[in-house]
């Protein structure tokens, strides 16, 4: 039998015992609601990186208003530095290179 006619009827069962079923009473066979990583209580991680790159954003805004450099960092240095294009050759290259030093010994 395919998992597609597996499910189907899993479906189709589940839908029978429903229709005879008090509201609420839950199977065995019915997993738990797929949380993705939030705990209980509605705490998640995802919203507390959402408001950290929120605060990261206003903070390069307010910087790039007032002129404003942090550790001797402008805002024009950090732009150049996300629109620079990334060398992954050389990159490769000098992690293959770290790791043979790292195994030859």
Known sequence: MR??????????IQNVRKSFDSPGRRYEFEKEPDTKGEAEGGFSFFKIRLIIAALLFAAYIYCDRTNAVVYNVSTKEVTEKIAADFDYEKAR?????????????
């Open 3 to 12: 998992m597609e006619d597996v499910d189907a009827r899993k479906a189709y």
């Open 93 to 105: 290259d000098e992690i293959i290179e770290t790791f043979h030093v790292i195994w030859s010994k």
